[in-house]
Nanobody, 125 residues
């Protein structure tokens, strides 16, 4: 399984970005796909996740109402639409995927078998 994240960049506070995670190597039915982020000097933090088959979504409280995760089955791609960005959203964002992740574990990075390289998001004030 390969996960390729893209779409990061520099944006002003209040702006928007859309991250993409192109997945390849297998079919992802039964998988959960997640986005995590890591700011300088901080631990890896859960941002959002989606169950590939059902489309059920999960969000960290810090991004709820501002970020939206979705997937495109035809393109095997997961998106993270980020609106109303804040300077505290600055981080390297990673996409991750794993099979048969139960809901109670979906926010933990260790639950995912695969992680792509990160993409840097910088939000200026």
């Amino acid at each position: 399984v390969q996960l390729q994240a893209s779409g990061g960049g520099l944006v002003q506070a209040g702006g928007s970005l859309r991250l993409s995670c192109a997945a390849s190597g297998r079919t992802f039915s039964g998988y959960a796909m997640g986005w995590f982020r890591q700011a300088p000097g901080k631990e890896l933090e859960f941002v959002a996740a989606i169950r590939w088959s059902a489309g059920t979504t999960f969000y960290a409280d810090s991004v709820k109402g501002r970020f939206s995760i979705s997937r495109d089955n035809a393109k095997n791609t997961v998106y993270l639409q980020m609106n109303s960005l804040k300077p505290e959203d600055t981080a390297v964002y990673y996409c991750a995927g794993g099979p048969r992740i139960i809901v109670s574990m979906i926010r933990y990075p260790s639950s995912y078998d695969h992680r792509g390289q990160g993409t840097l998001v910088t939000v200026s004030s």
